[in-house]
């Protein structure tokens, strides 16, 4: 009879155990994607190969408060997202917009979410697969590719806390998780100055980056590292007036 309560008490901790390790679905803090304008270089082997733009607004739709978030990127390619977020704590997207011009290439990603529905239209080069409708089921707590970096900020930034996440992208077969881990504060020197930043490691799929937010509200993005491509994406001097 001891031994098989031993055993029954081995089992729940191994439970236990296996719950405190296993990252937690996150709740965004919306209040942290506040009002401003940011602006980005993109370095590659010390040299600028772009610059970035972002801008967060607030806005009221029916009643309903939502984030809107324009991204844009120039350099080697261009690119313009637009994305709607709710303004709550799921930060649910309701849309977004993504066009990427490289030379003569254009491609276009118009995306429309629902509780439980992503639907839209991925518009490519013939030679790269052509255009191909957009009609899915995703979970409810689904995050638009766009916006997994702001998710990321949005969420509980506490050392050692690994989030989890489900992200839609359509141009990597669709449905994906984003595992973080929020693992050390770390010095963080940039144009924009020295900041003490939160080191959050990354993996959507097969893609890996490594964020420093900014360890004061509201955590600011300071600097991205796109492991696969050796760019960095450094903050910019803030200009007062670009943040409310």
């Known amino acids: ?49 772009g610059v970035a733009n972002v801008v967060i607004r607030r806005e009221t739709q029916n009643d309903i408060s939502l984030i809107r978030i324009v991204q844009a990127i120039s350099g080697a390619f261009n690119q313009t997202s637009e994305i709607v977020l709710r303004a709550d704590s799921t930060l649910r997207p309701i849309s977004s917009t993504t066009t990427i011009t490289r030379g003569d290439q254009v491609h276009a990603i118009r995306l429309n979410y629902t509780a439980h529905r992503v639907s839209g239209r991925m518009e490519i080069p013939p030679a790269l697969g052509g255009d191909r409708r957009i009609n899915e089921i995703v979970k409810p707590n689904t995050v638009d590719f766009n916006a997994a970096e702001f998710a990321l900020r949005a969420s509980d930034l506490q050392i050692g806390r690994a989030v989890a996440f489900p992200v839609y992208n359509p141009q990597q077969g669709g449905q994906l998780v984003c595992r973080a881990t929020f693992s050390r504060l770390e010095e963080v020197t940039v144009p924009a100055g020295t900041f003490r930043c939160r080191r959050v490691e990354a993996v959507t799929g097969q893609t890996r980056q490594i964020y420093f937010f900014d360890d004061k509200f509201p955590h600011r993005l300071v600097l991205q590292k796109l492991q696969g491509l050796n760019v960095d994406i450094e903050l910019l001097p803030i200009e007062p007036s670009s943040v409310r």
Request: charged share 25%.
């Open 1 to 49: 009879m001891k031994k098989k309560q031993d055993r029954f008490v081995f089992i729940a901790i191994a439970f236990w155990l296996l719950a405190l390790c296993r990252p937690s679905f996150a709740q965004f803090d919306p209040e942290r994607l506040n009002e401003e304008t940011l602006n980005y270089g993109m370095m590659a082997a010390g040299k600028q190969i």
